[in-house]
């Protein structure tokens, strides 16, 4: 399966949702730390947008959208005063991002992206203050690209089509300030967990080399792409960082388990210290904070299937672990320098129950092991 960020607009077709197909608006939320609004639905979507004027607001429409039960309103204070959301009319549903008097934003640079043709990211621009003698009075429409083309399969949650009691369109209610609150998940509590794995390197860093030239990529990245593959066959949305050999920095590792508010974080990494120590073999687990029981359990888990040496779980300020805002671990697998790990690490067997190890930890963790 291939993550869809962003696909240029191949089919020109807009689907209309009909009546049997009505799609829920799931969740979403504003970040204000990054200007961000995210979008769930229970189906794809085709936003639309407009800058209102007087008072100067953002509309956005989901057509095709009826509101499930999201929570209505968000206030966020500042230049964007708040959020909300309501049925619009039977088939819309509109979210408004209120601005401060006084206040605009440059519609051009609204972009919207879709990360799935069901999940939605928009990202806004710093709204500017309007000088008194030019306030913007005319509405503007806001481009939005394409729809991905795809929902991924995990994600579809068929819903019955809700009752519809003679509603009328009515423009959204204004809702007293909801109280600050932290962000809630972005996906409904009885939806699959999200399990982020994160094969380490890629491109043109492979990691570590170690004896005979064994690259760490070349270890990490089986093992992550069997750990997906095991996990969603265990019915968990697995997600990974990269799903190819290709170069990705830190940052978006840990902004994909954010945005997707992913229940866990797993990095898969192979350990190298100098060739001048090939006796030093092991596994070794890394933590940073709300992880410890996460890595204490896939660390426990590997130790008993794969036999190789304890080299412990150990909390370190690893980038990942520090940024990633769920239960984050990083496994240091073995040793591509290591007279004892290096040749298994190279064994595609040897990985394979590696992987498994691994996703029988997160199972574990996530209280669903068989
Ligand atoms: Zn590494």
Not at 13 to 19: D, E, F, G, K, W
Not at 40 to 54: F, G, N, Y
Not at 60 to 81: K, M, N
Not at 164 to 189: C, D, M, Y
Request: aromatic share 6%; net charge positive; charged share 25%.
């Amino acid at each position: 399966m291939k993550l869809h960020w962003f696909l240029p607009a191949l089919v020109g077709t807009v689907l209309m949702a009909t009546a049997v197909e009505a799609a829920t608006l799931e969740q979403w939320r504003f970040d204000q730390g990054q200007n961000q609004l995210e979008i769930k639905t229970d189906q794809r979507v085709q936003p639309r947008a407009k800058l209102l004027s007087r008072p100067t607001r953002l509309v956005i429409d989901l057509p095709g959208i009826v509101l499930g039960r999201p929570r209505q309103s968000q206030s966020v204070g500042g230049a964007i005063r708040s959020l909300r959301v309501g049925q619009f009319d039977r088939s819309t549903t509109r979210i408004v991002v209120e601005l401060a008097p006084g206040y605009t934003l440059d519609p051009k640079q609204v972009r919207f992206r879709g990360l799935y043709a069901n999940q939605w990211i928009v990202q806004l621009p710093e709204p500017q203050l309007v000088p008194p003698s030019e306030p913007n009075e005319s509405d503007e429409d806001i481009i939005v690209g394409q729809r991905p083309l795809e929902v991924p399969p995990e994600t579809v949650i068929l819903v019955p089509f809700p009752e519809q009691k003679g509603t009328s369109p009515a423009t959204p209610r204004a809702i007293a300030p909801a109280p600050r609150t932290s962000l809630p998940p972005l996906r409904t509590p009885n939806s699959r967990p999200i399990v982020v794995v994160d094969p380490g390197h890629g491109g043109p860093d492979p990691g570590a080399i170690g004896i005979g030239g064994l690259r760490e990529v070349d270890v990490a990245t089986p093992i992550a792409f069997q750990v997906a593959e095991l996990l969603r066959k265990e019915g968990i949305d697995a997600v990974l960082t990269r799903e190819d050999d290709r170069d990705l920095g830190l940052e978006p590792r840990v902004q994909l388990a954010n945005r997707l508010n992913a229940n866990v974080f797993v990095s898969i990494h192979a350990n190298a210290i100098s060739l001048a120590r090939t006796d030093i073999s092991g596994l070794e687990t890394y933590y940073y904070d709300s992880g410890k029981e996460l890595a204490e359990t896939i660390h426990r888990s590997i130790l008993e299937s794969t036999g190789v040496r304890d080299r412990r779980v150990r909390q370190a300020r690893f980038y990942v672990l520090r940024r990633t805002r769920m239960p984050a671990v990083l496994v240091e697998v073995g040793f591509v320098t290591g007279a004892e790990d290096a040749p298994r690490l190279r064994d595609p067997d040897f990985q394979k129950r590696m992987a498994e190890a691994i996703a029988r930890g997160i199972l574990r963790y996530l209280r669903l092991e068989r």
